[in-house]
């Protein structure tokens, strides 16, 4: 069985980020464009490329050692006598580490799905809040900030101003995490550039947040024609028209929500 831990060079305990690291060492190294196309490169090229594409993945990975930790066990691939003795306190030693080691590939892959999901609710979050907000904004048309006193004008400008950083921060942090610039889809790694792994280009990602953002607004006018009772019932906190300080609530709302999600996820055990 192919030792894809030794083919990398890294610990078998070692990072996601370590292997990704050791496996971008290794491809410039070996890459066939810097070895004028050399069979015998290409070849070990493919096998890192091959080793990468099990380790990176936490799942293929946890599958991976469990495989080794099995061969182990039955002794299938160590001579020492710990492995093949029929003795019962070998046995026993062989159960221990076994069972250490399992629950060791179990708790590295809980973690990185864990990261992973917590990585995706920083993304999610925001963009449903956006939507929400629009969609909202679009059926009621809110008029707060123009019956708001000065005081209260300033407070708003000040939670806009920190939802719009804290809604771009977010933005920044979904396109380096899961998208990638289609103008460096022909850098060669030899340039230490990243691979291209990710799902989703920038030009995407960036055009399903305008469209689905114009469209949820879109959508909130629509309904808002036909619940015009709501502005006519109370004319000065809902408008019947459009207004320039229907910009403001989507970043604040998206702000607000996304502080209540972090002050939950970290009272979460």
Not at 69 to 79: D, F, K, P, R, W
Request: net charge neutral; hydrophobic share 40%; aromatic share 12%.
């Amino acid at each position: 069985m192919v030792n894809y831990y030794e083919t990398l060079k890294v610990s078998p305990k070692a990072s996601t980020i370590e292997i990704k690291s050791a496996y971008r060492r290794l491809a410039r190294k070996l890459h066939p464009d810097k070895n004028n196309g050399s069979e015998e490169t290409a070849r070990a090229f493919a096998v890192i490329a091959e080793a990468y594409e099990i380790l990176g993945n936490p799942k293929e990975r946890a599958g991976y050692d469990q495989k080794i930790l099995n061969a182990q066990y039955n002794g299938s691939s160590n001579g020492d006598s710990l492995f093949t003795s029929s003795n019962s306190h070998a046995k026993r030693w062989r159960q221990m580490v076994y069972e250490h080691r399992y629950n060791e590939i179990i708790d590295r892959m809980i973690a990185e799905e864990r990261r992973e999901s917590m990585a995706l609710q920083k993304i999610i979050f925001p963009t449903v809040a956006l939507f929400v907000s629009t969609l909202v904004v679009g059926i009621f048309k809110p008029q707060i900030f123009a019956n708001s006193a000065v005081i209260g004008k300033i407070i708003f400008i000040s939670l806009f101003v920190a939802g719009v950083i804290h809604l771009i921060g977010r933005i920044k942090y979904a396109f380096e995490k899961y998208t990638y610039n289609e103008d460096d889809l022909h850098d060669s790694i030899l340039d230490d550039n990243e691979p291209v792994l990710k799902p989703y280009s920038r030009a995407t990602a960036g055009s399903f947040l305008i469209i689905g953002t114009l469209i949820c607004f879109g959508i909130g006018l629509l309904i808002g024609n036909y619940i015009e009772f709501v502005s006519i019932s109370m004319p000065a906190m809902f408008s019947g028209t459009l207004k320039p300080e229907f910009i403001f609530y989507p970043p604040i709302f998206v702000l607000c929500v996304d502080l209540m999600h972090t002050f939950a996820s970290r009272a979460d055990p």
